[in-house]
């Protein structure tokens, strides 16, 4: 991925994909959580997707259970601390999601006086035609 800013908001879209399907799968594992971002779009290579579970597990958002077997990929569980942080999380997104979505460009009232004087301005110019 070119763009470093597009990168940077991607990385907490990738961990919020990484929580839930730890929530919800009971646990993850690398490969397929590779699998499961690329089903999304996002085309993550294995050297920047181990370092953000690695992150993670530090902050204590995932805990790596240890494989049984060498050949055996090692299973990204959710934490407490991590299902509280996911929990947080949805109530944002969801208020931040329906704002975006629904007020974005919808021709919604604009709060500031600045955006709302430009909305009268535009209103009245197209009303002319």
Do not use: C, N
Request: charged fraction near 30%; glycine fraction near 6%; proline fraction near 6%.
């Amino acid at each position: 991925m070119a763009d470093p800013l597009v990168r940077e908001f991607l990385l907490g879209f990738w961990k919020i994909h990484i929580l839930h399907h730890a929530a919800e799968e009971r646990g993850v594992y690398g490969q397929w959580m590779l699998e499961e971002l690329r089903h999304h779009g996002y085309k993550l290579s294995p050297g920047t997707l181990y370092p953000v579970l690695a992150r993670m597990e530090k902050r204590g958002w995932l805990r790596a259970e240890p494989a049984a077997r060498p050949s055996d990929p090692r299973v990204y569980r959710i934490t407490p601390t991590g299902a509280r942080v996911l929990d947080s999380l949805r109530s944002s997104l969801d208020e931040l999601q329906r704002e975006v979505s629904v007020h974005g460009s919808s021709g919604r009232q604009a709060r500031t006086p600045l955006a709302r004087k430009k909305r009268t301005t535009e209103t009245r110019h197209f009303s002319r035609r």
